[in-house]
Nanobody, 120 residues
Framework: VQLVESGGGLVQAGGSLRLSCAASGSTFTIHAMGWDRQAPGKERELVAAATSGGGSANYANSVKGRFTIFRDNAKNLMYLQMNSLKPEDTAVYYC???????WGTGFRSWGQGTQVTVSS
């Protein structure tokens, strides 16, 4: 499964960005998708995650109320709507997908990352 992120960029504090993640490849079933981020000099952290049904989502405390994760399962797309951005949100954002192949093999795939920079 290949994941490609898009939508990163430079934005002023208080602004918004929407990240997208598109999944493609051979036959597979995605169970959960999410976003991690890694800022310079810091450990990678989970930002948001959503189950396949979209009925459950988890967020890092630092982004609750500002970020929203949502999925279009029919198109294997996932989005992260980021509002009220802060300079501390500056990081490389990675999408990931947990699933199984047609042969029943489990996987976790990662995208290449997209840079988000929030200026103060």
């Amino acid at each position: 499964v290949q994941l490609v992120e898009s939508g990163g960029g430079l934005v002023q504090a208080g602004g918004s960005l929407r990240l997208s993640c598109a999944a493609s490849g051979s036959t597979f079933t995605i169970h959960a998708m999410g976003w991690d981020r890694q800022a310079p000099g810091k450990e990678r952290e989970l930002v948001a995650a959503a189950t396949s049904g979209g009925g459950s989502a988890n967020y890092a405390n630092s982004v609750k109320g500002r970020f929203t994760i949502f999925r279009d399962n029919a198109k294997n797309l996932m989005y992260l709507q980021m509002n009220s951005l802060k300079p501390e949100d500056t990081a490389v954002y990675y999408c990931y997908a947990d699933g199984t192949t047609a042969w029943g093999t489990g996987f976790r795939s990662w995208g290449q990352g997209t840079q988000v920079t929030v200026s103060s």
